[in-house]
């Protein structure tokens, strides 16, 4: 016998995509150790290599608003993806209450819980200011003066004052707070920009500093009740709290696929699409082709309703179709492992796409740091 030269075909397009998807079973999940790394396949070279990821990578955007972005990376590992989501949250700085001074709070709220709120209300300005003029706020030293460090060019100032009182105008029979009392509840638009220095250079005009979302509740007051408060807000990341975080949410999931094996037709079909969420499965009339084809499995059924896979991006994974024994066999479900869809909702200082551009900024940034430290440790070796 010839001796074998250890030689192999190289695996099928079906082969990769196989190996590529996630399995979502009835009770369990397959196939999710990532398999594409060198020496796990006889005579198969898994190296990474940039020319083939720059041939396989891919960015696809499904909808960028201006504050909501949902796009997919395609070609990447995990590890990169929760990479960006986890720079989204806390590696882009934002400006935000940071210090509060309180002169008078006779309201209900404690002190602490007050400032608390006050602290988780995104705002808003002139981007450019706050993103490039701006500069990071240093805390005093121990038996430094508290405003030592306090300078226009690391510091917004605000100011809240608003005190409760009756409104003689009222309709006599009103029980609406808002028609009997001046000042009764206390918004994020009664909060007030002070311009420090040459700040009014950089915010002014529609690139004030502002709140967001103007009608943000802060307090409930009543007659003879007041607030008078000094808000000092400084530009911080999410890794030291969350105020600071650019984003509401940053998330990812992967593409689900759903592959039909088997014909599903007429009540099966709607049945089948009830499965889903709204959208994914749709009901396409069985054509003269297919009906004609030997082996297809809709000979005879020209005309009759047939599913068909419409948008899988819409699926949820939930399983709910493996529930019937009608489809056991007719359907797989799975994952695809290197295609990332990410959903991005800013909280207003920056827009949702220029969020995702400055992460790659800074995955890049770091990379250039280990980059010669990885270097300089095999070399010494």
């Not at 590890?79 to 309201?107: G, H, K």
């Not at 990071?136 to 809240?160: H, I, M, Q």
């Not at 003879?224 to 105020?243: N, R, S, T």
């Not at 007719?330 to 290197?338: A, E, H, Q, S, T």
């Amino acid at each position: 016998m010839a001796p074998s030269s250890g030689r192999r075909q190289p695996p099928s397009s079906e082969d990769l995509d196989e190996r590529n998807i996630v399995g979502i079973n009835k009770e369990t999940i397959t196939n999710t150790v990532s398999t594409d790394y060198p020496d796990n396949y006889a005579n198969e070279e898994h190296a990474w290599d940039k020319e083939a990821f720059r041939r396989s990578f891919k960015v696809q955007w499904h909808d960028n608003q201006q504050y909501e972005a949902q796009f997919s990376l395609i070609g990447i590992d995990a590890s990169i993806a929760n990479a960006f989501r986890r720079i989204l949250i806390a590696e882009i700085p934002t400006l935000a209450i940071d210090i509060v001074y309180i002169y008078n709070n006779t309201s209900v709220i404690q002190d602490e819980v007050l400032a608390h709120r006050l602290g988780l209300i995104p705002f808003t300005g002139n981007k450019k200011g706050i993103q490039n003029w701006l500069g990071f706020w240093r805390k005093p030293a121990p038996g430094e003066d508290s405003y030592a460090t306090t300078f226009d060019s690391n510091t917004v100032c605000l100011k809240l004052q608003a005190k409760c009182t009756h409104n003689k105008d009222a309709p006599p029979n009103s029980k609406d707070p808002k028609e009997l009392y001046h000042n009764a509840h206390i918004y994020a638009k009664d909060i007030k920009f002070e311009p420090l220095g040459v700040q009014e250079k950089h915010f002014s005009g529609d690139g004030v500093i502002r709140p967001f979302n103007p009608d943000i509740l802060v307090a409930k007051l009543r007659p003879g009740q007041e607030l008078e408060i000094e808000i000092h807000m400084h530009k911080g990341f999410g890794w030291d709290h969350a105020k600071w975080s650019p984003v509401a949410t940053a998330s990812y999931r992967l593409m689900p696929t759903i592959t039909i094996t088997k014909p599903i037709l007429g009540a099966d079909a709607e049945k089948f699409a009830d499965c889903f969420m709204n959208g994914v499965i749709g009901l396409e009339p069985v054509t003269r082709k297919e009906a004609r084809s030997k082996g297809s499995g809709y000979e005879g059924h020209e005309g009759e309703l047939k599913a068909v896979v419409k948008d899988p991006m819409r699926d949820t994974v939930s399983r709910e179709v493996l529930r019937h024994p009608e489809f056991e066999g007719k359907v797989k479900l799975g994952r695809r492992r290197d295609h990332f869809i990410f959903s991005i909702e800013s909280t207003g200082q920056w827009d949702s796409d220029d969020l995702f551009l400055e992460a790659v900024k800074t995955l890049k940034k770091k990379c250039q740091v280990l980059r010669p430290q990885v270097t300089n440790m095999v070399y010494t070796f």
